[in-house]
């Protein structure tokens, strides 16, 4: 009987799927995903149809894939964050009789498939937690009655081309399939990629309300990690145990992953932009520079701090630190409505040249570029390096977008300078909100001047008093 009560049980939960107990509360919205395809279709020329699918699933080892990311656009416009989808937005509306404006294909429920690899939403899902109207399975894509050629235009992304062969009508690859057939499309065709950049780029460039809660909290929780490092940090640390009190802390607070992975590295490696290894297994008293943001609910934060590992700067370190700072307030005092995108990296460069001439690093302003190799600023939010419109001079700032500001010096060993220089390797990268006026600094909370940060690095930190077996 217990047996029998316990697969009852058992049979119950597969049912049920995905009514599952003890979820966040603050996801967005059906009605926001319900407004963002509003919006997207005021964009959308007359006779269109938009066609967005969702990411392939990538292999981490044999037959084990990566956790799936689900495709921002397909996330913003959908909330469907599952593998093996298709949405359809159409200008007008479409059928006769009851017409329809929006169509989403989904992974078909399966209680198999459910207990090896997690729930599914499934159609009744779509309708009821998503709040669309019009869904079908995958596999209902093929013969659905939808006659591409008779649009003015066909409006979708590019279509990875390494998604190797279909194994049925309904993965990936088949839909990809299905719809390149019915659609006549046949490679190269650009014109439609355009606009469906130029429309999520217009969107997505502008946080609303909802998203902005979402990125305040993403934001503030990876300077909380910022922080709890600076305490913990000593000349001992390995950088993957750094990397880790990160990853900890943003788990801590409810985020799922990392917007990007994490860039934690001393000395030589915080001279390479995007050193991911984190295997140095000590800091010794170099600098650390740490390039870490949460991922929160899709957003993403992206923080950078660069901090002494013994909680004291040397002279030379202090030199391109405040070096790097100057540059970043002189960034931050240019941001509000109307400020042309490009001016944020010609004000850093023009702070870093002189900078770094006065020091005797350079002569040659032009030369600020072979220690500042990189942009000042991207676009922030679903993706770490978010979706906007740039288009040269013409490009200003507008209220509501958020971008990083991000600075820096970085001086690998045998730089034609003085060799008190080498190995020091500094970014200061913080996420901004522009507003009519002016700018609010998102990530304020973990302190950017040299000082403020030797005070924090002085405290000790709850991962100092954890002991662990030794092996
Ligand atoms: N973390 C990547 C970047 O700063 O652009
Ligand atoms: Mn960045
Ligand atoms: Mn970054």
Redesign the pocket.
Same mark, same amino acid.
């Given at each position: 009987m217990k047996q029998f009560l316990l697969l009852f049980t058992f049979f119950i939960t597969i049912f049920q799927g995905h009514s599952q107990e003890n979820l966040p509360t603050d996801y967005l919205s059906k009605e926001f995903h319900k407004g963002r395809r509003e919006a997207f279709r005021a964009l959308m020329p007359a006779n269109s149809v938009a066609v967005i699918f969702s990411y392939p699933e990538r292999v981490f080892s044999r037959d084990i894939n990566y956790n799936y990311h689900a495709n921002p656009d397909m996330y913003y416009l959908s909330g469907y964050k599952e593998p093996d989808a298709v949405l359809l937005i159409f200008k007008e509306a479409q059928g006769t009789g009851e017409t329809y404006n929006e169509v989403l294909f989904v992974r078909e429920r399966n209680a198999t498939r459910e207990m090896w690899t997690g729930r599914r939403l499934g159609v009744e899902g779509a309708k009821s937690k998503l709040g669309f109207t019009t869904v079908y399975n995958g596999k209902d894509f093929k013969d659905f009655a939808v006659d591409f050629k008779k649009f003015s235009k066909i409006i979708y992304d590019k279509i990875p081309s390494d998604l190797g062969n279909s194994r049925n009508d309904f993965d990936l690859a088949g839909l990809f399939e299905s719809f390149k057939t019915k659609a006549g499309i046949t490679a190269g065709n650009t014109a439609s990629l355009e606009s469906f950049n130029d429309i999520t780029s217009s969107l997505r460039e502008i946080k609303t309300p909802e998203e902005l809660e979402l990125m305040r909290k993403t934001v503030k929780l990876s300077c909380i990690a910022h922080n709890e490092v600076m305490k913990a940090v000593g000349p001992d640390m390995s950088e993957n145990e750094a990397d880790g009190i990160h990853s900890y802390i943003h788990r801590r607070y409810g985020a799922e992953d990392e917007g990007?992975p994490p860039?934690v590295g001393a000395g030589a490696n915080g001279c390479i932009l995007h050193y991911g290894e984190n295997n140095s297994t000590k800091m010794d008293n170099q600098l650390l520079l740490m !390039?870490v943001?949460s991922e929160y609910h899709g957003y993403s934060a !992206?923080v %950078?701090r660069t901090i002494p590992a013994n909680g004291k700067f040397t002279e030379e370190q202090k030199a391109i630190y405040q070096l790097v700072y100057d540059a970043q307030e002189a960034v931050f005092k240019i941001c509000k409505e109307g400020t042309p995108l490009l001016d944020l990296n010609n004000t850093a460069k023009e702070v870093l040249a002189k900078g770094l001439i006065k020091l005797g690093i350079i002569t040659d302003p032009q030369d600020v570029k072979i220690y500042y190799p990189h942009g000042c600023s &991207?676009f922030l939010g679903l993706d770490? &390096?978010d979706k906007g419109i740039f288009k040269g001079p013409q490009s200003l700032l507008k209220e509501n977008m958020i971008l %990083?500001v $991000?600075p820096g010096i970085y001086i690998p060993a045998n730089s034609k300078c003085d060799k008190k220089w080498w190995n020091i390797g500094v970014r200061i $990268?913080d996420d901004i909100l522009i507003k009519k006026d002016s700018y609010e600094n998102l990530s304020a909370e973990s302190p950017r001047k040299w000082d403020e940060i030797e005070k924090l690095a002085a405290q000790k930190s709850t991962f100092n008093e954890m002991k662990f077996p030794k092996i």
């Open positions: 990007y860039i !390039d943001g !992206d %950078t &991207h770490v &390096h %990083t $991000e $990268e």
